[in-house]
């Protein structure tokens, strides 16, 4: 019962995930992302997942870490992306405040 609760906490909160990265990437700006919740979140899943393998305790229930953990990842993959949009339109405005 342990893991099947914990396998619904993980994907009622992973669920978010998919969603975060299409809008980050629709968005193409890092203005509305916080690097540090974002590895926040990475440092969480990885000592979940430590703590299955350390434990022992590997079943199913990894499958949903791994899973919000890609995810996560993506995010943070998203997030380096936008940040060079950023700068890009930055310097752009600052060439065209110029003139």
Do not use: H
């Amino acid at each position: 019962m342990q893991e099947i609760l914990e396998t619904l906490m993980l994907l009622c909160f992973g669920a978010s995930w998919p969603i975060s990265v299409v809008k980050n990437i629709r968005s193409k700006t890092a203005k509305s992302m916080s690097l540090q919740f974002i590895l926040l979140i990475i440092v969480g899943y990885v000592a979940g997942i430590t703590a299955k393998v350390v434990s022992g305790n590997v079943n199913y229930v990894l499958i949903a870490y791994l899973f919000n953990l890609l995810c996560v990842c993506t995010n943070l993959f998203v997030y380096f992306i936008n940040k060079r949009y950023d700068a890009a339109e930055l310097t752009e405005a600052t060439a065209v405040s110029e003139f």
